[in-house]
């Protein structure tokens, strides 16, 4: 299992939308609530390596059972041979965690909703790591999520269940293709022999929730 280094409370005040450096009482309850999240959660990931074929409505991958739709996903494995899926999560203990301290201060209820954030971010990177020292990989993509691009939301549940990410790590999604527990992530990425060529941009200007997303203006988000 993965453990958590020390969270940037940087990054999880700009989640909380403060620009520039944070004030004393915002360095203060991150300060509070930085070691306790890290102690709380539970991070835990699954993968799988695939074979990838490209087809006229998107691109098709041996390990799932149905088409990952879209122009983008096209492109931003443009070149790639195979892909690793996965998903992650730091665990339902973060949602526990910003349930109760939304009942006695909201203030502190948003730093930890965006420490969480912070954890899962981290997580991420350090799940590429692990996974591409494992795997023989001369060039790879960025991650690519469900909802970035055309790659419709709904592509979450595919990820899941080809995953089978309810029984392993206990992640499950909704009708409305929401993960949970909340902070988690699924993802794809490329493969290949050469340096990639896709023209898909990374950032919030090629997610399709960018126009309702808080985090826009503030320098993206976990999701990729």
Not at 3 to 9: I, R, T, V
Not at 150 to 164: A, G, M, R, Y
């Amino acid at each position: 299992m993965i453990k958590l280094d020390m969270l940037s409370k940087s990054e999880a005040a700009r989640y909380m939308g403060v620009k520039g450096q944070p004030d004393k009482s915002v360095n203060d309850i991150l300060d509070k609530y930085e070691p306790i999240v890290r102690e709380k959660l539970r991070p835990n990931y699954v993968y799988r390596e695939s074979d990838i074929e490209f087809t006229e409505n998107g691109v098709r991958l041996s390990v799932m059972e149905n088409t990952l739709r879209g122009n983008d996903i096209k492109k931003h494995l443009k070149g790639c041979t195979k892909a690793v899926i996965f998903a992650a999560t730091v665990s339902a203990e973060a949602d526990k965690l910003i349930r109760q301290t939304a009942v006695t201060n909201m203030a502190e209820s948003l730093a930890v909703d965006c420490l969480c954030s912070t954890a899962i971010e981290q997580l991420c990177d350090k799940i590429e790591e692990e996974i591409f020292s494992k795997i023989n990989a001369p060039y790879r993509t960025w991650r690519f999520s469900a909802g970035y691009g055309d790659l419709p939301i709904s592509s979450q549940k595919d990820f899941i269940t080809s995953l089978n990410a309810q029984r392993r790590i206990g992640l499950t999604v909704t009708d409305n293709f929401l993960l949970i527990p909340s902070k988690s992530v699924t993802a794809i990425i490329g493969i290949s022999e050469n340096p990639p060529s896709n023209e898909v941009k990374k950032g919030c200007a090629g997610c399709n929730l960018r126009e309702n997303c808080a985090y826009t203006h503030n320098g993206g988000c976990h999701r990729i």
